[in-house]
């Protein structure tokens, strides 16, 4: 990625070469080959995907994975999608993002205070990764973690993201029990570590065409996360 530092650089190029997990790289290669009818005269990423934003960034959000047709498609974390027409617009309203839109990995779309990742790399069939592929994405969320070096606050975009983080926070001793913290839209907390976590709904059609999460909950979330990163 274009002007993060060499080691965040070399983790996104580990990443998209990684062939861990043969059923996503096997899933991925065949949507990037059908295509879908609307995108046919794209040429899909195919290719797990790597995290994108501001090197220096106080905040996280940390997502699932990548959407078939979506990032699996662009390349890029929420680029292309539903999921990703709703949430930028709540980025570049909070500040984060220095537009509404998200297209492709080339419409110029720039963040600051903001690095977008995910617990999964690879697009899963039914958005549903196995407990054993995300095992094997997990060194990978460990490593970033420890290299995005002023991180403060890390929005989780569901509860798989959500326990994703707490998995992490398990592996590296910072969070002796997960059972003070549990899941829920806007639930927020403040490790001895200093990092402060909140929950967030994930911006899915499932959610969003329902009124579940609506862009008032989801903003709120990010002008919070704002509010505790100490950013301006």
Request: glycine content about 20%; overall charge positive; charged content about 20%.
């Given at each position: 990625m274009a002007g993060a530092p060499a080691s965040l650089q070399a983790l996104n190029e580990r990443i998209i070469a990684c062939e861990r997990c043969p059923r996503l790289r096997a899933h991925c290669t065949e949507v990037a080959r059908v295509r879908r009818r609307a995108y046919l005269d794209w040429e899909y990423w195919g290719?797990?995907?790597?995290?994108f934003g501001d090197p220096g960034a106080p905040v996280l959000a940390l997502g699932l994975a990548p959407g078939a047709h979506g990032s699996n498609r662009?390349?890029?974390p929420f680029t292309g999608d539903g999921s990703g027409d709703f949430l930028y617009p709540v980025l570049h309203e909070a500040?984060?993002?220095s537009q509404p839109n998200a297209s492709s990995r080339d419409d110029g779309m720039r963040l600051s205070g903001l690095w977008i990742s995910s617990v999964a790399r690879c697009a899963p069939p039914g958005n549903k990764p196995t407990l054993e592929e995300l095992r094997n994405c997990a060194p990978l969320l460990d490593e970033?973690?420890?290299?995005?070096?002023?991180l403060r606050v890390v929005v989780c975009l569901g509860r798989i993201a959500f326990d994703g983080l707490l998995a992490h926070l398990r592996r590296v001793d910072a969070l002796p029990s997960r059972a003070a913290l549990p899941f829920?839209?806007?639930a927020e907390f403040a490790l001895p570590n200093g990092l402060s976590i909140i929950a967030s709904y994930h911006p899915s059609l499932q959610n969003t065409n329902t009124g579940k999460l609506t862009h008032s909950m989801l903003l709120r979330v990010f002008l919070r996360a704002r509010e505790l990163a100490g950013l301006k």
């Open positions: 290719r797990p995907v790597p995290s662009t390349g890029r500040g984060f993002a970033e973690l420890s290299l995005l070096k002023n829920g839209h806007g």
